[in-house]
Each structure stands twice: as structure tokens, then as C-alpha cells.
């Protein structure tokens, strides 16, 4: 598929709530502000569903100073979405429970992240 390179910050965000209510907003933008005093960086997004995935990312998986390859389209974005998301829901308690009976101190979002990253 036709993906798209982004820079997720390291930098606390400012990404604004996907609409449930079709997939373009009223003025076609779709901005993250990643922001720390006076550095600010905007990255620009051409859909709300690379907007969903990134906030995926950032939020969920704590993704930050890292470029991440995102589809271009709407339905790829979509469905990428639901894949890692459902793939994080179960595996992601999974790797929990085998690093506790291993009784190591891994972050289970370290070894996902590694997972899916590498």
C-alpha cells in the first residue's frame, strides 16, 4: 500500500479528537502540535483516519521520536487501525503475563513496540 513518512515528536501533543461523524471535518484539516515552551512542530495529516492511527500510537503504544510509515488512504488507515488495535487488546495481555511469570521488570509496551517495529 502507498504509505506516508511522519515524525512523532517527543514532545507533549496536542492531537485533536477523531470525528465519528464522516471522514472529512469542516475546514479539511487534520494538525497534530507537538509543543515544549516555544518549540512547536505541526505535522499535517491528509485524512482523520491517519489521524486515529497516530493517536494510536502516541497514546497507546507511547510512540514518540520515531517516524512512522501511515497509509495514505482512508481504508488502509482504517484498517490498519483495527488490526494493531485488536493485535494490542490480545497480545498486548499476553506479554504482560509471560514477563510477570518471568518476573522480569520489561515494559510489555517495550517488547509490543519491539514487536510490531522491528
Not at 482504517?78 to 488495535?85: A, H, W
Not at 493485535?87 to 510477570?100: A, E, R, S
Amino acid at each position: 500500500m502507498k504509505s506516508e513518512e511522519f515524525d512523532i515528536a517527543n514532545l507533549s501533543a496536542n492531537i485533536p479528537k477523531p470525528k465519528n461523524t464522516g471522514e472529512s471535518n469542516f475546514f479539511d484539516t487534520y494538525n497534530i502540535y507537538f509543543q515544549e515552551g516555544n518549540k512547536q512542530i505541526t505535522v499535517n495529516l491528509k485524512n482523520g483516519s491517519q489521524l486515529k492511527l497516530i493517536r494510536f500510537f502516541y497514546e497507546e503504544l507511547e510512540v514518540k521520536g520515531a517516524k512512522i510509515l501511515l497509509p495514505e488512504s482512508s481504508e488502509d488507515c482504517e484498517k490498519t487501525f483495527q488490526i494493531l488495535s485488536k493485535d494490542f487488546k490480545t497480545y498486548g495481555t499476553q506479554i504482560k503475563n509471560v514477563l510477570k511469570s518471568l518476573r522480569s521488570t520489561a515494559s510489555y509496551l517495550a517488547v509490543y513496540r519491539d514487536l510490531v517495529f522491528s
